[in-house]
């Protein structure tokens, strides 16, 4: 019945056009997909500034989709301690990109509440641009700081604390003057920089 109504209508439609007419049907809508916007290292946005973008093999990496590390404009502290009084594992152990997050979130288990008196406490409790997903960056994630600095900007030529712990004792930091990375006891007083992931 469906079918004999439709044939019909197309019928009347068709005999009603004279031969100069010309019929007329609406144009399909045609949905376009809008490109996220890439950003640049060095771009002032998110929060911060552009500081790493995930290149192919990093953790994370989407060919489809940008994904990278913000740094927090200015440094968070010029010395603070990596630990909140007490030596202790905390499992902080992570390393690569990608890792630094989940340390900082152990190192608030077992610390303590996210508070100023300790780096990763300083690095949470950040909440530049309105974002509170701050965290204190892993060893290789301070690294693309480092390799970053002058572009990303306000880096001062001394040591930065990473959230990679080393043991009960030693925690990574970076010297932001020649690159050279090491551990140092966690109760030694650096500057802070905090990053998210965008």
Not at 21 to 45: H, N, R
Not at 95 to 120: C, D, F, H, K, V
Not at 149 to 176: C, H, L, M, P
Request: glycine share 10%.
């Amino acid at each position: 019945m469906k079918k004999l109504s439709f044939l019909f209508l197309l019928y009347l439609i068709l005999n009603s056009c004279t031969k100069t007419e010309v019929l007329i049907l609406p144009t399909p809508q045609v949905v376009t997909k809008v490109a996220p916007s890439l950003y640049k290292i060095g771009d002032t946005v998110l929060g911060g500034k552009i500081a790493y973008i995930l290149q192919q093999g990093d953790p994370g990496y989407d060919a489809n989709l940008q994904h990278g590390l913000v740094a927090a404009i200015s440094d968070q502290s010029t010395a603070i301690r990596w630990y909140n009084g007490a030596y202790k594992k905390t499992g902080a152990t992570g390393t690569a990109i990608g890792t630094g997050l989940a340390n900082n979130t152990s190192i608030i288990s077992s610390q303590g509440e996210t508070i100023s008196t300790y780096a990763a406490g300083l690095a949470r409790a950040y909440n530049g641009g309105g974002y509170d997903d701050w965290f204190l960056p892993s060893k290789d994630e301070l690294y693309k700081l480092y390799i970053n600095k002058v572009i990303i900007g306000g880096f001062v030529n001394t040591n930065y604390w990473s959230s990679s712990e080393q043991d009960d004792d030693f925690a990574y930091k970076r010297n932001f003057i020649n690159g050279d990375q090491n551990f140092n006891t966690k109760v030694n007083t650096f500057h802070v920089r905090a990053i998210r992931a965008f």
